[in-house]
T-cell receptor
Framework: AQSVTQLDSQVPVFEEAPVELRCNYS??????LFWYVQYPNQGLQLLLK??????LVESINGFEAEFNKSQTSFHLRKPSVHISDTAEYFC????????????FGTGTRLTVIP | EAGVTQSPTHLIKTRGQQATLRCSPI?????VYWYQQALGLGLQFLLW???????NRGNFPPRFSGRQFPNYSSELNVNALELEDSALYLC???????????FGSGTQLSVL
């Protein structure tokens, strides 16, 4: 079975500063990796995903994540955060790509300080 | 296009009662998933319905059950409520298994 660890439950960061949200996973098979974001009072949304190919994946709002197989990590980064990035971020892993075996981390609360 | 809708937004029950949560998927989506988001535990997979049948369930006791209707909407039923059932219950839908998930805003269940 897979598991996901998000070590940082809360990450406060000043506006326009860089941020990294850490995600480590464990699995005995090949995996697909996801980052979901939950804005205040909204449902979860897919931010980005790694299925295969290039290990660096990007989202439309400036976030990127790099799949590192040797370190079993999929950290989320953004070089300059905005107030609107304040949200809960969930890392998830799946071995088949299906949602029925999608395992989520406990989430990281990103708070951007003006 | 309407997204995934869940009702009610909030539900307050007492221990031992039953709770029914409802979910309407995006039009055309046949797969519905239920997740429990408990404080400090992250999101945990509960149930997966597709084409009216239960395809898989997570590691939850049998008092968590549900069904999917012919119009692909779904109900989650929790019997004999316990205090630890207090959580946000999220429904998600997809066009088919393995495709992108779209989540609703959730039902906050509070068991007193």
């Amino acid at each position: 079975a897979q598991s996901v660890t998000q070590l940082d439950s809360q990450v406060p960061v000043f506006e326009e500063a860089p941020v990294e949200l850490r995600c480590n996973y464990s699995s005995s098979v090949s995996v697909y990796l996801f980052w979901y974001v939950q804005y205040p009072n909204q449902g979860l949304q897919l931010l980005l995903k790694y299925l295969s190919g290039s290990t660096l994946v990007e989202s439309i709002n400036g976030f990127e994540a790099e799949f590192n197989k040797s370190q079993t990590s999929f950290h989320l980064r953004k070089p300059s955060v905005h107030i609107s990035d304040t949200a809960e971020y969930f890392c998830a892993v799946s071995d088949l790509g299906g949602a029925n075996n999608l395992f989520f981390g406990t989430g990281t609360r990103l708070t951007v300080i003006p | 296009e309407a997204g995934v809708t869940q009702s009610p937004t909030h539900l307050i029950k007492t221990r031992g009662q039953q709770a029914t949560l409802r979910c309407s998927p995006i039009s055309g989506h046949t797969s519905v998933y239920w997740y429990q988001q408990a404080l400090g535990l992250g999101l945990q997979f509960l149930l997966w319905y597709d084409e009216g049948e239960e395809r898989n369930r997570g590691n939850f006791p049998p008092r968590f059950s549900g069904r999917q209707f012919p119009n692909y909407s779904s109900e989650l039923n929790v019997n004999a409520l316990e205090l630890e059932d207090s959580a946000l219950y999220l429904c998600a839908s997809s066009l088919e298994s393995g495709r992108r998930l779209f989540f609703g805003s959730g039902t906050q269940l509070s068991v007193l």
